[in-house]
């Protein structure tokens, strides 16, 4: 079945402790994207990836590190995270960069 | 890629059609319209893309004015399934591709 899979679906941490939330399509997909959603602000971009190596920041990319070693793999890495990413996050994937993205079912961290 | 606007809430009786306006007045010739939906706190779901044409597939139809300013997403016969928040985005087929998803139409079909 075609998905992307993120894992942990939920993490409650502490200020300050490195954490990385794992995302994985197997879709063979080039494009992969990370977004936040925060009540009434909608979904933000964090970072994207065109391809292997190649990322590029979104609208809100601040206290976030991302890579991309293996297509099939696009971590989101929160060095030292603050109360203010507490959020729901979401990866997405799709083809191309300009074709329809199909989305995770979400991890929603909690920083305490 | 050109901004769109749309309301922030509408509601539909089940079983009639729902139509979701998205105004998208800078569009350029070779920016697509899209459109996702997010059921609660569900990854959102793709349901349709179109460039001039109207699209139809199995799960809405897309209509686009001829001069490509405005566009309105049909669920012909709204379920309550359908509860949503529905987001209009523009995207062009090259350059970047950052997203900008917005805050959406929030659809609620009553019983």
């Known amino acids: 079945e075609a998905q992307v899979t993120q894992n942990p679906r939920y993490l409650i941490t502490v200020t300050g402790k490195k954490l990385t939330v794992t995302c994985s399509q197997n879709?063979?997909?080039?494009?992969m994207s990370w977004y936040r959603q925060d009540p009434g602000l909608g979904l933000r971009q964090i970072y994207y990836?065109?391809?292997?190596?190649?990322?590029d920041k979104g609208d809100v990319p601040e206290g976030y590190k991302v890579s991309r070693k293996e297509k099939r793999n696009f971590p989101l890495i929160l060095e030292s995270p603050s109360p203010n990413q507490t959020s729901l996050y979401f990866c997405?994937?799709?083809?191309?960069?300009?074709?329809?993205?199909?989305f995770g079912d979400g991890t929603r961290l909690s920083i305490l | 890629d050109a901004k769109t606007t749309q309301p922030p809430s509408m509601d539909c009786a089940e079983g009639r059609a729902a139509n979701l306006p998205c105004n998208h007045s800078?569009?350029?010739?070779?920016?697509?319209v899209y459109w996702y939906r997010q059921i609660h706190s569900q990854g959102p779901q793709y349901i349709i893309h179109?460039?001039?044409n109207n699209e139809t597939n199995e799960m809405a139809s897309l209509i686009i004015t001829e001069d490509r300013k405005s566009s309105t997403l049909i669920l012909p016969h709204a379920t309550l399934r359908d509860t949503a928040v529905y987001y209009c985005?523009?995207?062009?087929?090259?350059?970047?591709?950052?997203?900008?998803f917005g805050t959406g139409t929030r659809l609620k079909v009553l019983a």
């Open positions: 997405a994937s799709s083809l191309r960069g300009y074709q329809p993205q199909h």
């Open positions: 879709m063979n997909h080039e494009y």
């Open positions: 990836s065109m391809n292997v190596e190649v990322t």
């Open positions: 800078t569009i350029s010739g070779n920016e697509y």
């Open positions: 179109g460039l001039k």
């Open positions: 985005i523009v995207k062009e087929t090259s350059g970047t591709y950052k997203y900008i």
